[in-house]
């Protein structure tokens, strides 16, 4: 007996039906085009909600299209005849999940404004399926079973490649071939540009060995910087393959030119305020257009540096240097790399790799800055000396001018900020804004912001301070958000907040992942220990004023010895106020206060002088 039987010709049924219903999605499709036309694919709504259904519906019609291929091959023998009598029945559940299929995929699409070579080959290769699956049912139903083979093959095929294609929408266009055979790749990867090959000709044109030896300032902002940015956070919606909302990043040309069709310019030249691009990435992220919707979202040195390049024109042959000659925008720049290349190295050694603004001075022009600002330190009367006798770098001390001490009298410092290491603005009168002048004092290891109004805003001014090893917030306004910012500061060793909005717990988990010290106290603190909080970092002792002596006489050259053993005096741990034997009287205070003036040698002002002054001196 043969193996292979002739099957009896069944009536054909239902081809009229299929007609139709072919004629009704094409309709369907075409209305959905028209409705949908020049929308701008933001989303949102009903539709929205239906559309997305596509990742439900589509799996039904591929299952059962592999389904009646198994049924087709084993109709064909004598045991199992029988299942050619069902696979119509197979073939009518796949046409109309293809048509379920589509419908509500060119929905979403048309909806969310998918587009992009990966989305179209997608889409007509989806499209390919319903017309197979027709093909398919429309000769088993004629009783044409070579032809009705054929297409139910076609329809398998088009069913690979639909997927295949909108994988490559969903990862990267690699994603199915990472780890395939290299002789299959080309083959698997036809028609689709991927990381790599971006990766490959942005190496091939700028040179990434010859990259790491270029000064960070002759660095292109454009292809060392703002590409990596986007790659990182935006172009996985926005490339060649995958195109939302009518708009590609992947490209300078594309980025310039913007969505189509939209009257928002994704980049204006010139004007960062006004270009969507910053408009979006700092709305708020509970925001329907905030950008990215999904992900990490960019931070604050990244959305710096992408105003910093839009306001310098948004070229492609800007350098760091053209950027502006702000100091810390390098150190920015150093931060951002640090991030999207995963090298810690590199901000750990910011300091080192800034070349301070200082040491290209003149040494007439160094003088003249520290004269001005020892005159608005007699003017304000604050404090400003050196470190040290040996270390001409300088420490500055607010406390005696700490109810008059403003943004606008920091704001005076800037002339010789690269020098500055130790910065107390204890009980002072700064806001947030006035630490922006902070961040230009790139050489600050300690720094003071103790009894002051700064909120988390005004820190992530500080994120630039990679140098900063001792941070002091006690009674601020700051709350978990500086964690952010703090966890860019390799070399911050302790940090203080007391009484503040900060979450215990929420420290000691950002301690455990950092190398980081960090005294939230374990108790209310006591007006004696908010003292020993303050004077844990060594600070001048308390001038003697003397009335015979004008305010604006200059300090001498040299530092008095008590500073210099002050320098190198280890510092002391606050004491929480828990451990107080017995709460301090307002006399036993008092006399405290005076037995420590008296026991306090007075200490002469200082002045600052250059490095080159004093070692000829």
């Not at 997608?122 to 017309?131: A, D």
């Not at 001390?397 to 910065?423: H, S, T």
């Not at 909005?501 to 603190?525: C, H, K, M, Q």
């Not at 301090?584 to 007075?602: C, H, I, L, S, Y």
Request: aromatic share 6%.
């Amino acid at each position: 007996m043969s193996t292979f039987v002739k099957h009896q010709r069944p009536r054909p049924q239902g081809i009229r039906l299929a007609l139709a219903l072919g004629v009704i999605w094409l309709v369907l499709l075409a209305i959905m085009w028209f409705a949908y036309r020049n929308s701008e694919g933001d989303g949102g709504g009903i539709m929205n909600f239906i559309g997305r259904f596509h990742i439900l519906i589509v799996h039904l019609p591929i299952g059962v299209i592999f389904l009646a291929v198994a049924m087709d091959v084993l109709s064909k023998l004598t045991a199992f005849s029988h299942l050619a009598r069902s696979l119509p029945f197979v073939l009518w559940i796949a046409f109309l999940g293809s048509i379920g299929a589509t419908l509500v995929g060119y929905l979403l699409m048309s909806v969310e404004g998918f587009a992009g070579h990966a989305m179209d080959m997608h889409l007509y290769f989806g499209l390919g399926v319903v017309v197979a699956t027709f093909l398919a049912l429309f000769f088993s139903l004629r009783n044409q079973a070579l032809l009705s083979t054929l297409a139910i093959f076609a329809s398998v095929g088009a069913s690979m490649a639909t997927g295949h294609f909108g994988g490559a929408m969903v990862h990267e266009g690699d994603y199915l071939v990472e780890h395939a055979p290299e002789p299959l790749k080309p083959l698997l990867l036809a028609g689709l540009k991927t990381q790599s090959d971006a990766t490959a000709s942005n190496d091939s044109g700028n040179g990434t060995e010859e990259a790491v030896e270029i000064p960070l300032s002759d660095r292109l902002v454009y292809s060392d910087f703002v590409v990596p940015i986007l790659e990182g956070k935006c172009n996985e919606c926005h490339n060649e393959n995958k195109i939302k909302g009518k708009l590609r990043m992947d490209t300078h040309e594309l980025l310039l030119a913007g969505a189509d069709g939209s009257d928002f310019p994704t980049v204006i030249p010139g004007d960062a305020d006004e270009s969507e691009l910053i408009v979006r990435v700092t709305l708020p992220d509970d925001h329907d257009e905030f950008m990215p919707p999904k992900g990490d979202p960019l931070t604050a040195e990244e959305i710096q540096l992408l105003s910093l390049w839009i306001k310098a024109g948004a070229g492609t042959d800007l350098k760091i240097a053209d950027l502006g000659d702000d100091s810390s925008i390098e150190a920015t720049a150093l931060i951002v790399e640090s991030g999207f290349e995963g090298a810690e190295e590199i901000a750990g050694t910011a300091i080192a790799t800034y070349e301070s603004v200082w040491d290209t001075l003149s040494p007439e022009e160094q003088e003249e800055r520290l004269e001005e600002v020892n005159d608005a330190a007699a003017k304000y009367h604050f404090s400003i000396m050196p470190i040290s006798a040996e270390d001409d770098r300088l420490r500055v001390n607010v406390i005696n001018a700490a109810k008059d001490f403003g943004d606008d009298q920091l704001a005076l410092l800037e002339p010789v900020a690269d020098r500055i290491v130790w910065l107390d603005l204890a009980r002072s009168q700064i806001t947030d804004n006035g630490l922006k002048v902070v961040s230009k004092m790139n050489a600050l290891e300690r720094l003071h912001l103790e009894n002051t109004s700064v909120t988390d805003e005004g820190i992530t001014h500080l994120g630039n301070l990679t140098g900063l090893e001792y941070l002091n917030l006690y009674n601020t306004k700051v709350g978990n958000g500086i964690f952010t910012t703090l966890a860019a500061l390799p070399n911050l060793k302790k940090l203080y907040v007391w009484q503040t909005e900060v979450d215990p717990a929420e420290a000691r988990a950002f301690e455990r992942s950092v190398n980081l010290e960090i005294n939230t106290g374990v108790a209310p603190a006591s007006p004696a220990a908010v003292e020993e909080t303050a004077a844990d970092s060594p600070k001048p002792a308390p001038e003697k004023k003397d009335e015979s002596t004008p305010a604006a006489t200059k300090p001498t050259t040299q530092p008095a010895p008590a500073a210099k053993k002050e320098a190198k005096t280890p510092e002391k741990p606050a004491a929480p106020a828990a451990k107080k034997a017995a709460p301090t009287t307002p006399a036993k205070k008092e006399a405290t206060a005076a037995k420590k003036a008296a026991d306090t040698p007075p200490e002469p002002k200082a002045k600052a002088t250059p490095k080159a002054k004093a070692a000829k001196d």
